[in-house]
């Protein structure tokens, strides 16, 4: 077994579309990044390739890169879930926390919880996803920022079937 872990902030402004693990969310205002700045899905991706010791998502998808303004950022969770599959590690769980003053995400944790078990084609009850406020007070509660934070845990799937 082996565990990762990811941390994303992004800040917020007016203007911008809010991408949170995949889905797009209705809300004044919007997270500013290269890509699309899904603060979820970046940090999953760095949890991800953590758990394998593949460095990080800097590493793999430069944001000084033009190949990846305004991507889509469920490719690089695609590409860290591609890696640790080539090296026989499969997924146990996740357990997620997203901070956002506003909106309200607990409305929508089912429907990112989906999306996320679609990208990484796991069983939803594998992923897990808490979200918080900053109680108005720091980045996060004044709505200057966005956080996510992301725990997986894998498991060397060769030896499983070895034993
Ligand atoms: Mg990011």
Same mark, same amino acid.
């Given at each position: 077994?082996? *565990? ?8 917020? /402004? ?24 899904? /603060? ?6 760095? @949890?991800? &390739? ?20 305004? @991507? ?5 969770? &695609? ?14 769980? &996740? ?5 956002? +003053? ?15 078990? +679609? ?11 808490? @979200? ?7 980045? *996060? ?12 845990? /894998?498991?060397? /799937?060769?030896?499983? +079937? @070895?034993?």
């Amino acid at each position: 077994m082996r *565990v990762g872990i990811g941390h994303d902030t992004h800040r917020l /402004v007016p203007g911008r579309p809010l991408w949170i693990g995949g889905v797009e969310i209705e809300s004044d205002l919007g997270a500013v990044g290269h890509s699309d700045a899904d /603060v979820l899905l970046h940090a999953i991706t760095d @949890a991800l &390739l953590g758990s394998a010791s593949l460095g990080d998502i800097g590493q793999w998808f430069p944001d000084t890169d033009p190949e990846f303004q305004d @991507a889509d950022s469920s490719q690089f969770v &695609l590409a860290a879930r591609d890696a640790l599959r080539e090296r026989g590690l499969g997924i146990v769980n &996740l357990d997620l926390i997203v901070f956002a +003053e506003r909106p309200r995400l607990s409305p929508l944790s089912v429907k990112i919880r989906e999306r996320l078990a +679609e990208l990484l084609e796991i069983p939803i009850g594998q992923v897990n996803l808490k @979200a918080k406020t900053g109680e108005g007070v720091g980045p *996060v509660g004044r709505r200057e920022a966005i956080q996510a934070m992301a725990v997986v845990l /894998v498991d060397d /799937v060769t030896t499983d +079937e @070895a034993s």
